[in-house]
């Protein structure tokens, strides 16, 4: 497989080692393509895209699976288009994730406050703050940052990073819980990264970093999860490693729904008074079993995707070829992925619902796609919806029936074979059938 190379790439930085191990025994296992940034949104249809190589390779010394390619941390992260809040998902994910992080200091001293890194809008720490413990979010991007100061979460503008962990160290007291949700995929350095929330976490404390499982990618074919901003497809075995090197050891683990499948990691300082969980053991022997840290396996996923677009193209074409209107929903990062590397425009598909106000008048990287509110384009009664936003499959189909009163088809793209479901009767059917 050879990989295309970027035609304007001064934002780029190809890796010729793997980024954890140093090794320089790297394996190609999946190309989509050249493709822009997928949350640049544009400001009008005929704006251009910069785009850049987006391709997955195999460290066959470690087992990282990773991009091949380092984009700048400050064209993706210092203005962010995702709002943890907009999803009730995630809000309801929150109080959960609150509740079995407070369980593991059962009967000891209670926590006494909590830092999350890259807190987003501060909707999981909000649950924290409820039950009368001091917080503080930091994260990179300015908007989202004065989004969450706004709504009482104190939080501070920065890549975290060592220096800010033995800043805020040295100012508030180690950390009783370092909280780090889907952001261990995105930083260059994850060992220094893993290495700032030892620094900040107490001795007696926790670490609890949550991440879309590498397994969950592979198998429900998860290919739109693969975009810049996330530079590691990491496994139990994956965030272990990381884990011991930086005096830290794995106690638990445990899934969530977000993300279209998420590991939780619940970690203390090697050898402390926590008993280390069956799940970890159970996690380690399924991935042994299943093959998900070997090369082979990740090949025969990156041949799976090329099937996995003929399918999807077939299934859309198939509703347009019926002259249905097919408008589509969610316009996240990961959609990005999938309508570049299927090739999907307004064409085919002339508009985007999403409920994030901020993206609305704004244009799909690339496809060049408009998104609007879900009242606009609900409202011009489309035959069918693409329901790219597939990770919050139940929470969208109820909206669109009960909120929205759409009756109609649903494609939903992935996981696996795409699937056509009849809002009403919710039954679905294989979209090859």
């Known amino acids: 497989m ?36 997928a949350n640049s949104l544009l400001p009008s249809i005929d704006a251009m895209d910069a785009k850049y190589e987006l391709a997955l390779t195999f460290c066959e010394h470690c087992g990282m699976v990773q991009l091949t390619a380092t984009a700048d941390p400050s064209k993706l992260f210092s203005h962010y288009l995702w709002v943890t809040g907009t999803s009730s998902t995630s809000r309801q994910q929150a109080d959960v994730f609150c509740t079995d992080a407070l369980a593991l200091f059962g009967d000891q001293a209670e926590p006494r406050w909590v830092c999350e890194v890259a807190s987003n809008d501060g909707t999981y720490l909000r649950p924290f703050r409820t039950r009368g413990l001091q917080i503080l979010g930091v994260d990179a991007a300015a908007n989202v940052v004065e989004l969450a100061i706004t709504s009482e979460i104190p939080t501070q503008c ?19 819980i370092v909280i780090a949700r889907n952001v261990l995929a995105h930083v260059p350095d994850p060992l220094g990264f893993v290495g700032a929330i030892s620094e900040l976490v107490a001795e007696d404390g926790i ?66 008074r926590r008993k280390v969980r069956d799940s970890v053991a159970r996690y380690r022997a399924a991935e042994r079993s299943a093959g998900i840290n070997d090369l082979e396996t990740w090949k025969k996923f990156g041949r799976d995707v090329y099937l996995h677009k003929k399918q999807f193209i077939a299934c859309l074409d198939s509703e347009l070829a019926a002259g249905h209107r097919v408008v589509g929903y969610g316009a996240s990062a990961r959609s990005s992925t999938m309508l570049n590397f299927c090739g999907i425009k307004r064409r ?86």
């Open 348 to 433: 085919q598909l002339p508009e985007i619902a999403d409920k994030s106000r901020v993206k609305w008048g704004l244009y799909t990287a690339g496809s060049h796609i408009p998104i609007r509110s879900p009242e606009e384009v609900l409202g011009r009664r489309p035959d069918a919806i693409l329901l790219l936003a597939w990770n919050f499959q139940d929470e969208v189909l109820a909206d669109l029936e009960k909120r929205y009163g759409f009756k109609g088809r649903v494609i939903l793209p992935l996981p696996n074979t795409p699937l056509v479901v009849t809002i009403n009767s919710m039954e679905a059917k294989s979209a090859l059938s």
């Open 207 to 272: 670490a609890v970093i949550e991440f879309h499982y590498g397994r969950k990618v592979l198998e429900g074919l998860q290919y739109d999860s693969i975009y810049h901003e996330h530079l590691f497809y990491i496994t139990a075995l994956g965030v272990e490693t990381l884990l011991q090197r930086n005096g830290l050891e794995v106690i638990e683990f445990a899934e969530s729904p977000t993300s279209g499948g998420a590991l939780i990691v619940y970690a203390q300082r090697a050898g402390g």
């Open 158 to 176: 920065a890549f975290f990073d060592k220096t800010v962990a033995q800043d805020l160290r040295r100012e508030r007291g180690p950390a009783d």
């Open 2 to 37: 050879t990989f295309a190379m970027p035609t304007n790439a001064p934002d780029l930085e190809k890796i010729v080692a793997c980024r954890i191990c140093g090794s320089d025994r790297l394996s190609p296992c999946l190309d989509l393509g050249l493709q822009p940034f």
